[in-house]
């Protein structure tokens, strides 16, 4: 198991509240190998953005870990000093943020933010400033020395998600975290942005954890896809085996109602009926049941385990048990 | 950035242009004859005629308007109708004295509220942030004038540490002096900067950007002195501008109670003379001085907000 870069062991993360304890993620496991490109999906407020910012351990001051290990190349992040984290972010691990508008300072010029993330190289600031350059380069801007000078707000969005890439790129990351980098994107520039994503990750090697609610974007980059739902992993595996033969019912309406999935003219777009269960007050059984039309009594008793239902593919869902309960 | 420049300074002269024929208008409608108060009342109706004929007196105010700034234009703001001696020198004798308070105020206070505000924002809602709070707003609270007198009376009457008043002569005597004065007026403005950089610091901390750059490993120093302080600063950049004209009114309390020389102990002495001549000299000076201040703020304010430099 060398090859495996980053894993998520068990992980269950609170939000302290005045409401109560708001569990955000509930017994999270996966694994992320070296160089390899592993998707998250799921809706808003499954529990994605805690997910990394638990990983990056960026996180608010009212968040509690209770239990599990996030393990990058072997070693506790749970455990490491504020220090270690810090050693690591921009460096091993490195993360592209959603909103590209907002994710730069803006009094700073681009230049000086590319020359002090490289706080860690010994290096001239001439050099600093010709590798700032040749990144730019690498993401597709043009004249790159010139625009070095430029501040954030005097770049469209589509350059800006491309900066934060060149930026997150630029200590040749182990790990990529790319969070819903396109969301903010329209889709030509989407499509500019994944491929040149993808033409740097075969380059360097990384690892990449890509999160996204888009399914196409997904079954086009990722190797393996973690699907999630209300803080709880519900399925996960190989991209070609959860899009194909979904083993959760979430799966299969998600990918019903991805719009690149209807081929037929619709009036009304498909959706899930129901809402997200309140996370400060979780029902028994399986976090899906109020809104799955295939629960059973079972369902709404306990909670079905992240189990194993073929090679490279696990789902939580009693439906897959049907040898036992029959 | 030199149009924006341009158009900032165009707009001083006219806001300077409104207040000073406002104040004109307004010191013609206090009650009273300003001759005779000027002269006395054994004057001889020669004499007094004289006056007015000099100081067009008799003539309609809207031409008295026009005759001033058409003087002002050429740089002559009257004479003081007591001793005879120009306007301008009287003024720009005493403007250094004011100039000199007010720095010193707006240095201190600015730097101390700056430190304390980006200080507690760092640690919100501890200890520390909650003592900050409440001798901020102790400051605010506490008058200008009262601070000045208490002061007197503890630091130079009791304790002896500072001179009383004056202005002092040579550079470490004028400093010695200016030390209480300044701390009069200076200390709300501790309080209001303090809370105002905690505010907008607190906000800045909590956006995207900053959160950016902790992802980069960078030092936690660097991103609250340098990520964040950089934007936090500019909404108080530009309050410090406007307080220029609210320091030159508490300047006239600091100057009375420690009886310094100075344009707020000249516009006081002036109304009460109707010394028409040294009172314009004196409010132009001081409306200039609150005009340049703000335009100066807005020009920083573009020079460290490269949004604001392109968006004009």
């Not at chain 1, 799921?42 to 953005?49: A, I, N």
């Not at chain 1, 020359?115 to 001439?126: F, W």
């Not at chain 2, 120093?221 to 508490?250: D, E, N, Q």
């Amino acid at each position: 198991m060398t090859d495996v870069l980053l894993e998520i062991d068990n992980l269950s993360v609170d939000y302290e509240t005045a409401r109560g304890d708001l569990k955000a993620l509930r017994n999270i496991s996966f694994d992320v190998r070296k160089a390899e490109i592993v998707g998250i999906v799921g809706e808003s407020g499954c529990g994605k953005s805690t997910l990394i910012s638990s990983i990056l351990r960026l996180i608010a001051p009212n968040t509690r870990f209770r239990s599990g290990e996030i393990r990058f190349d072997g070693s506790d992040l749970l455990k490491a000093t504020e220090r270690e984290m810090r050693a690591l972010r921009g460096d091993e691990i490195s993360i592209v943020f959603q909103d590209p508008m907002q994710t730069h300072n803006p009094v700073l010029s681009v230049g000086q933010q590319m020359i002090d993330i490289q706080h860690r190289s010994k290096a001239p600031k001439g050099e600093k400033r010709e590798k700032a350059a040749q990144m730019l380069a690498a993401v597709g801007i043009p004249d790159p020395e010139a625009r070095l000078d430029q501040f954030p707000h005097e770049f469209s969005g589509g350059m800006r998600q491309r900066i934060a890439i060149a930026m997150a790129l630029m200590s040749e990351p182990n790990l990529l975290i790319a969070d819903e980098p396109t969301t903010a994107l329209d889709a030509t520039l989407e499509v500019q942005i994944i491929e040149r994503l993808q033409e740097l990750q075969r380059e360097m090697d990384c690892a990449i954890l890509f999160i996204s609610h888009h399914l196409g974007v997904i079954a086009e980059l990722c190797d393996r896809v973690v699907v999630m739902y209300a803080g709880a992993v519900v399925e996960s595996g190989d991209v070609r085996k959860i899009f194909h033969e979904p083993k959760h019912p979430y799966t299969r309406r998600l990918i019903e109602c991805d719009p690149g999935h209807i081929k037929t003219r619709a009036r009304i777009l498909p959706t899930i009926p129901g809402e997200v269960p309140d996370l400060a007050n979780i029902p028994d059984g399986c976090i899906f049941r109020d809104r799955c039309n295939q629960a059973t009594e079972r369902c709404m008793a306990h909670v079905p385990p992240l189990e194993s239902v073929g090679e490279e593919h696990m789902a939580a869902c009693w439906l897959n048990h049907e040898e036992v309960t029959a | 950035m030199l149009i924006f420049t341009l158009k900032r300074f165009a707009l001083a002269a006219l806001i300077l242009f409104v207040a000073v024929t406002l104040m004109f208008l307004m010191i013609r409608a206090v009650p009273g004859d300003p001759v005779q108060i000027m002269l006395g009342p054994r004057a001889t109706p020669e004499l007094q005629a004289r006056l007015t004929a000099e100081l067009a007196l008799d003539q309609p105010i809207f031409r008295q308007l026009i005759i001033f700034y058409g003087n002002m234009l050429q740089g002559d703001l009257g004479t003081d109708v007591f001793s005879g001696r120009a306007v301008t020198q009287i003024v720009f004798q005493q403007l250094p004295f004011t100039l000199e308070l007010i720095f010193g105020s707006i240095i201190w206070s600015a730097g101390l509220g700056i430190f304390l505000g980006a200080y507690a924002a760092s640690y919100p809602n501890t200890l520390i942030d909650r003592m900050v709070a409440i001798a901020s707003v102790s400051f605010v609270a506490a008058p200008a004038f009262v601070v000045a007198l208490l002061s007197l009376l503890l630091f130079a009457v009791h304790l002896r540490w500072f001179p009383a008043i004056g202005a002092g002569n040579g550079f470490w005597d004028r400093m010695e002096h200016l030390v209480l004065p300044s701390f009069a007026i200076g200390l709300s403005w501790v309080g209001y900067i303090a809370r105002l950089v905690r505010a907008s610091m607190l906000e800045v901390l909590g956006e995207h950007h900053i959160r950016t750059a902790r992802a980069f490993g960078l030092a936690e120093r660097r991103v609250v002195l340098v990520y964040a302080l950089r934007i936090a600063i500019l909404p108080v950049v530009t309050v410090i501008g406007v307080g220029m004209g609210f320091l030159l009114s508490s300047a006239v309390f600091a100057e009375i109670v420690f009886a310094r020389p100075g344009l707020g102990k000249l516009v006081i002495d002036s109304i009460t003379t109707r010394n028409y001549p040294i009172f314009m000299g004196s409010v132009l000076v001081s409306t200039g001085l609150f005009v340049v201040s703000t335009a100066l703020a807005d020009l920083i304010n573009a020079w460290l907000d490269p949004r604001a430099r392109s968006a004009k």
